[in-house]
């Protein structure tokens, strides 16, 4: 089975702290991407990459960064954190097609206070 | 754009039918996803349909009429652990391996 791992179910931060949240996959996928979700939006993708050290730039790039050293793991940056950037962030990956399948983490619920 | 839209809620019986249709832009549509995501947990794949035509698995099949834009997800026999949200995705050729999803269809299944 493919797993994919946040490291983080629930974080608070304050306003203007870094914040990290990791993601790490087993499945050797090349694809990894990063969603936030928020009700009433749905899933919206922050950045992906399709390689290491490949990102792009997906809708809501804005105030997000992400680094991609190791094939197996994707971090999602928040250089200063903002209270519009409390949600849901969700982490996923496939293989390298356009069609495969994502699989998703359990998600880290960001409290920005 | 590429608008994915779907109903926000609907609510069905146990044992009961209920379909769930999701309509998309049709230009550049290269493939349709459907998940479940239930309440605080990932979202975990269902479906895909890239050709014209119903495909069943179990009790869920979902179909895709490419020239309409249009998606359904049917559930048959519901069980209350279907009572969750469903998300409609498409993939779209100008999109690279981006998916744009849906809000959602919170669905909840009730004795």
């Known amino acids: 089975d493919v797993k994919v791992t946040q490291s983080s179910r629930y974080l608070v931060k304050r306003t203007g702290e870094k914040v990290f949240l990791e993601c790490v996959q087993d499945m050797d996928h090349e694809n990894m991407f990063w969603y936030r979700q928020d009700p009433g939006l749905g899933l919206r993708l922050i950045y992906f990459s399709y390689d290491v050290k490949m990102k792009e730039k997906g809708d809501i790039p804005e105030g997000y960064s992400v680094s991609r050293e190791k094939k197996e793991r994707f971090s999602l940056i928040l250089e200063s954190a903002s209270t519009n950037q409390t949600s849901m962030y969700l982490c996923?990956?496939?293989?390298?097609?356009?069609?495969?399948?994502?699989?998703f983490g359990p998600g880290t619920r960001l409290l920005v206070l | 754009g590429q608008n994915i839209d779907q109903p926000t809620e609907m609510t069905a019986t146990e044992g009961a039918i209920v379909q769930i249709n999701c309509t998309y832009q049709?230009?550049?549509?290269?493939?349709l996803f459907w998940y479940q995501q239930h309440a605080g947990e990932a979202p975990t794949f269902l479906s895909y349909?890239?050709?014209?035509g119903l495909e069943e698995k179990g009790r869920f099949s979902s179909f895709l009429s490419r020239s309409k834009g249009y998606s359904y997800l049917l559930l048959k026999e519901l069980q209350m652990k279907d009572s969750a949200s469903y998300l409609c995705?498409?993939?779209?050729?100008?999109?690279?391996?981006?998916?744009?999803f849906g809000g959602g269809t919170r669905l909840m299944v009730k004795p």
């Open positions: 996923a990956s496939s293989f390298g097609g356009r069609s495969e399948t994502q699989y």
């Open positions: 995705a498409a993939l779209f050729n100008n999109a690279g391996n981006m998916l744009t």
């Open positions: 349909n890239v050709l014209d």
């Open positions: 049709t230009s550049g549509f290269n493939g």
